[in-house]
């Protein structure tokens, strides 16, 4: 199967001390190699304009990059930006779209992926499933079949709500 590896959002720096380097063997041993071993993979970056781009490039070998602004940016026109990337790969099965801040403790086996339905790390808590259904925005997978919807649901979100990516789910359903 044709994976395409998803990282979208800050790889270094700006409004916070995220350091891609400080998750990558994580992201290498638990996500990337499981993959690569079973699965040809292609990695896309959408990031942040960074002096360390460089970093990132060296770590992930992408097959495109972007890298975007980050003053003024918000979280799901960023996203779009990254499904953007693949949208000239017909060969593409499967899409997985991660933070580049994720630790992933877990190994890939231990997300129960289902390879035909869309699929999100986590329910949010608080309240927010049951009221919102809101879900976590660090982990989403999604078969070729529900690409375009997957395209549509970043656009919609991308008009109406720029900012996070917690209530993809319930717009997801939607279309």
């Known amino acids: 199967m044709n994976i395409a590896l998803i990282f979208a959002g800050i790889s270094f720096g700006h409004k916070s001390d995220r350091d891609f380097n400080h998750c ?36 992930l070998n992408p097959k495109r990059t972007i890298s975007l602004p980050f003053e003024g940016s918000k979280q799901n026109p960023t996203r779009a930006a990254s499904v953007a990337l693949t ?8 899409y997985i779209m991660s933070r580049f801040d994720v630790h992933y403790n877990k190994h890939l086996d231990d997300f129960n992926l289902d390879w035909d339905k869309f699929n999100f790390v986590s329910r949010e808590g608080n309240g927010y499933w049951e009221s919102q ?39 997801l359903r939607l279309i």
């Open 133 to 171: 259904q809101f879900v976590g925005d660090t982990f989403y997978a999604w078969p070729k079949k529900l690409h375009s919807q997957v395209v549509e649901g970043f656009a919609e979100l991308s008009r109406f709500d720029a900012n996070h990516m917690h209530n993809f789910y319930s717009d």
């Open 24 to 59: 990558f063997s994580n992201i290498d041993r638990n996500l990337i190699q499981p993959l690569s071993e079973s699965h040809s993979v292609y990695k896309y970056v959408a990031t942040y304009e960074n002096d360390r781009m460089d970093e990132v490039i060296k770590l």
């Open 87 to 94: 949208r000239d790969d017909d060969c593409i099965d499967f």
